[in-house]
């Protein structure tokens, strides 16, 4: 197997490795006081790293000098896309792979996360649940507006009149239309 | 005689109004999360938990316990009738279950289905209530080298049973160990892994582990991998029984599935998926047609289905008598009864208000396993259509479900920001191929594995040799080497059998997998 590809199989693997390193070091600074005979709150977490990182090593020289083998490295897929067995024509899972969609899903999630208390929850889940449609594939835009309407609206009754959960209203002047949505919807 | 009266004053309590509703709720949202792909049962009790905070004890845990139980079952609808399967554990019935469905034999196949269910669900109900009283009793004598033991057996187990490369799997379940430490340590009370922030001060709550890797993470990977599904509900779905002589034909499969279905869910950490995997295996090895397992016939479906629903009632128990979660979805429900500030443990059973509460439990079991059948039976064709619901504006519901769901718990951001970052961790995990479900064991079991190590080496003045020296934690901890060692048996003699070549086999790296 070529070099490069080799590397490149264990790297995940190194930089575990090196993480798990630098955990232990932390571990090893951990502030406690200590009571003679006793084990401290610093041994279970170095046991649980030092296995990982033997765990690591041996998955690395594994990946490094035995033979790829999909039967044993998880390398399954539940069904093929569009993958018919003997000629069979039955309805199936038809897949492909869109890592950036999910780093558009992420990036949406973690915008939707840092303006959510300045936002509100009204106002903020309206677009981020339209974003989330687009991304799974939803192109009707009224759909999308109808649906994301209707999700924040059952979600803000649901959690805040039946579950008793705060959910955030947001600053001015967003707070205002929070508001206007829980008078509506009979939430004080 | 004693457990016989507190099981007829269970079945009397769960009549209230308010328990049957919360069990057939269960029931429906069981069904409707085992039918979908990717979503699971696991999915759907964590996804129930935040509805369960206003509600009182009793129905909390019999709303998810149904969950729990319906869930094992209704999978089986697509993979028999679409070839696609609901959930991991329905993957061994889809060579069968297809199979019989290709010769024009559908319903026969969902009978056998039902049938299969209803027998596992029932039996292992049964024994498992007895043994309530019995493990209750001897979780009396557990210290904290038996709960140690316990908890390395089963989590080795899994490890073991998983068929995945092994150190991979293994690195899985240390990252979640790992996970388990971050926080404030319950002896000392030192930081650890904090670096100085107050969130995580608090530690990293397992619960969020789980929504973020069987939630967010699942809803992920689907967009990623722009899964559809172009099944259209069939016309005049409908379920035949099978004859009574054609079940007698193969007692031996029921009677071996489930007393195999209902030991591997004892053993904490394997679930239904381990539970129904193995017991194909073991009918494909040992079964009287064993070797036309896979090509359309009733033992194909029977064995794994009746093992994975049998495995429901021993998780359920020993949760509820040792205080042991054995599945994502008990742990779960382990979380339920912490919110309601009730720790299962032995001493539920010593007092007579909580030991009604957990005999009403144990008598939704039963009406659980009956009611799901029923559902099956009457509503396949209305439950098959929550296949027509477009995969982008389920995938949004869910992770709406599992956001604020988190949120919910302490009304803390900070809690969603775990289950977004353990939701990419996944995805990412995903990618490379490492397993996701032994991390979320290791998350949950972690507390569990540290405490009563940690006190038994204070106990026993750091003896190590104490787990091997007390009775009980030297049959786990030999139990938990064996089963170490079981792959490289596996390798070495040609093992079992786990499925046939050439066909679709299960993806271990999808999370799900291991926890049910």
């Not at chain 1, 009754?157 to 001015?172: D, N, R």
């Not at chain 2, 073991?160 to 490369?165: G, K, Q």
């Not at chain 2, 309601?340 to 509460?357: E, K, R, Y």
């Amino acid at each position: 197997m070529p070099l490069l590809r080799r590397m490149k199989r264990i790297a995940p693997y190194v930089v575990l490795l090196l993480g798990t390193a630098w955990l232990y070091t932390v571990a090893n600074n951990i502030r406690f006081i200590s009571i003679p005979d006793q084990i401290g709150p610093d041994v279970w977490p170095k046991i649980v790293l030092t296995l990982l990182m033997v765990a690591c090593v041996f998955a690395m020289i594994r990946k490094l000098f035995l033979k790829e083998d999909a039967g044993t490295d998880g390398h399954h897929q539940i069904l093929a896309p569009g993958e018919a067995v003997d000629g069979d024509d039955a309805p199936s899972l038809h897949g492909e792979d869109h890592p950036s969609i999910v780093l558009a899903v992420l990036v949406a999630t973690v915008i939707y996360l840092l303006v959510l208390e300045k936002g509100g929850f009204f106002l903020c889940t309206l677009f981020y649940t339209s974003v989330l449609m687009w991304c799974g594939g939803v192109r009707r835009l009224w759909l999308i507006g109808c649906l994301s309407l209707g999700i924040t609206l059952f979600f803000t009754y649901t959690f805040m009149k039946i579950v008793f959960v705060a959910l955030p209203t947001g600053i001015e002047p967003f707070s205002q239309v929070s508001l206007g949505v829980m008078r509506l919807l009979g939430i004080h | 005689m004693e457990t016989l009266r507190l099981l007829s004053a269970g079945f009397a309590q769960i009549l209230q109004w308010q328990d049957l509703l919360a069990l057939v709720i269960g029931l429906v949202i069981g069904m409707a999360v085992s039918i979908m792909p990717g979503l699971g049962l696991v999915m759907g009790v964590v996804l129930a938990l935040p509805f369960t905070y206003s509600m009182g004890l009793e129905p909390s845990i019999i709303l998810l316990t149904a969950i729990y139980m319906s869930g094992t079952y209704a999978g089986c609808f697509t993979t028999i009738l679409y070839r696609i399967p609901g959930e991991p554990m329905d993957v061994p019935l889809l060579w069968d279950g297809w199979g019989m469905t290709r010769r024009g034999e559908a319903a026969k196949a969902l009978g056998w289905a039902l049938v299969a269910a209803l027998t596992g669900g029932i039996v292992s109900s049964l024994v498992m209530v007895g043994m309530a009283g019995p493990l209750s009793k001897l979780a009396l004598s557990f210290g904290a080298p038996e709960y140690f033991a316990a908890v390395f057996f089963g989590l080795t187990t899994v490890v073991a049973l998983a068929d995945n490369s092994l150190p991979d799997a293994l690195i899985s379940l240390f990252i979640g160990l790992l996970v388990s430490t971050v926080g404030v340590d319950g002896t000392y009370g030192a930081d650890r892994f904090t670096f100085g922030s107050s969130t995580l001060m608090n530690g990293v709550p397992y619960v969020m582990v789980l929504v973020g890797a069987y939630g967010f993470g699942e809803i992920l990977a689907k967009i990623g991998q722009g899964v559809k599904i172009d099944a259209q509900p069939k016309a005049g779905v409908a379920t035949k029984f099978p004859t009574f002589k054609e079940m007698w034909d193969i007692r031996a499969t029921f009677t071996r599935s489930t007393v195999l279905g209902t030991l591997l869910g004892v053993i904490p950490g394997a679930g239904a998926t381990i539970s129904s995997f193995v017991s194909y295996a073991i009918e494909k090895q040992y079964g009287k047609r064993g070797n036309k397992i896979g090509t359309g016939i009733p033992e194909g479906i029977v064995a794994p289905q009746i093992a994975s629903t049998a495995s429901v009632a021993g998780h359920i128990v020993p949760l509820l008598t040792l205080g042991l979660p054995g599945s994502g979805a008990t742990a779960v429900i382990l979380a339920a009864f912490l919110l309601h500030g009730v720790q299962p443990g032995p001493f539920l059973l010593s007092n007579p208000a909580s030991t009604l509460v957990v005999y009403t439990i144990l008598a939704s079991m039963f009406v659980s396993v009956i009611g799901m059948c029923l559902l099956g039976f009457l509503w396949i064709r209305v439950v098959i259509r929550v296949l027509t619901i477009p995969q982008g504006i389920l995938a949004t519901i869910i992770v709406m479900f599992a956001l604020v769901g988190a949120f919910a718990d302490r009304n803390s951001l900070s809690d969603v920001w775990i289950v977004v970052i353990f939701g990419a961790i996944a995805w990412v995990m995903g990618r490379l191929k490492l397993p996701v479900s032994p991390m979320v064991l290791g998350a949950i079991l972690g507390p569990l594995a540290e405490d009563s190590f940690t006190r038994t080496m204070i106990t026993f003045h750091n003896d190590w040799t104490m787990f091997f020296k007390q009775p009980i934690s030297a049959v786990f901890m030999v139990l938990a080497l064996l089963s170490l060692a079981f792959p490289l048996i596996k390798r070495a003699f040609g093992g079992l059998n786990l499925g046939r070549p050439k066909q679709p086999e299960l993806d271990h790296n999808r999370p799900g997998v291991l926890e049910h």
